[in-house]
């Protein structure tokens, strides 16, 4: 079934369940979203341009956006599946959460049965009805939950560090988006949900680095950027990254580049291509 309403964070662009008869097919082909089926029962082969594979009951497969794939139903026991196709700015890191890859496309783990009862209520949403749209966000929010929940079960180890990385991309996203206002570290691990002392601790693990230094890199960074315009001050750049007092601005830039901002201006604007 297609959808019709769209959300930019997560768009459902349909969703299905078919009993397949013997040897049904589908492909060569490839899909401009990504494509999750679940199997219920019975069996089945799926490929991609690296491998195939031979799945059955409590199993699944991710297609992932311009990839050729094929699958194909079991002769004497064709499987029986459900289907969801979701795009959307947070779908990849959904899935990515949920231990699938590129490399790993396949879903190994025990029926579950919420996991059945959301696909099976997704499928039951009359679709012509203006409810169904928050619905079946709904239940595929529960369903893409119960996924990386039984991932992190799993693979515990492995997901700490993954939810490490997200925070630390979180943060990072948030200096990117904020760097140009008077941002605290104390407001950043706000923002992510964390201990402030915790949070620093992941960026000097992850990145060998403090997040006070990070930041700061951030900011001169975009400050060298704009320090080769002719028609910006100093004490504009200064207020574009952050910085109120054009000498802090200056002090900081000395450390970072070894010479100050009037010095770095000038050799920019003699020699563009520094």
């Not at 219920?40 to 199993?59: C, M, P, V």
């Not at 094929?70 to 459900?82: C, F, G, Q, T, V």
């Not at 002090?251 to 563009?272: R, T």
Request: aromatic content about 12%; hydrophobic content about 35%.
């Amino acid at each position: 079934m297609l959808t019709h309403d769209k959300n930019v964070e997560l768009n459902i662009e349909t969703y299905g369940h078919e009993d397949c008869k013997p040897g049904h097919y589908f492909g060569p082909a490839v899909r401009e979203y990504y494509l999750f089926h679940y199997i219920h029962s019975g069996k089945g082969i799926f490929q991609d341009s690296n491998n195939t594979y031979e799945l059955g009951e409590g199993q699944g497969f991710l297609i992932f956006p311009k990839d050729l794939t094929y699958y194909r139903a079991d002769l004497e026991n064709p499987w029986s599946y459900s289907w969801i196709g979701i795009s959307g700015l947070n779908a990849a890191e959904y899935f990515r959460r949920s231990g699938l890859t590129r490399e790993n496309p396949i879903w190994t783990a025990k029926r579950d049965e919420f996991l059945e009862l959301c696909l099976k209520n997704m499928n039951l949403v009359n679709g012509m009805k203006i409810s169904a749209g928050p619905r079946i966000t709904g239940y595929s929010y529960l369903f893409l939950s119960r996924l990386i929940e039984i991932a992190e079960e799993m693979h515990p180890a492995k997901h700490m560090i993954n939810r490490q990385e997200s925070y630390l991309r979180s943060a990072i996203h948030y200096m990117e988006q904020n760097y140009h206002k008077k941002i605290t570290i104390e407001e950043i691990a706000r923002h992510v949900g964390l201990d402030r002392n915790y949070l620093g601790s992941l960026f000097k693990k992850h990145l060998n680095v403090p997040m006070r230094e990070f930041l700061a890199n951030l900011r001169i960074n975009k400050a060298c950027g704009l320090l080769k315009r002719e028609d910006i001050r100093i004490a504009d750049v200064a207020r574009s990254v952050g910085y109120e007092d054009q000498l802090q601005f200056s002090k900081v830039f000395k450390k970072q580049k070894g010479m100050c901002p009037l010095d770095y201006k000038k050799s920019v604007l003699e020699n563009p291509h520094i």
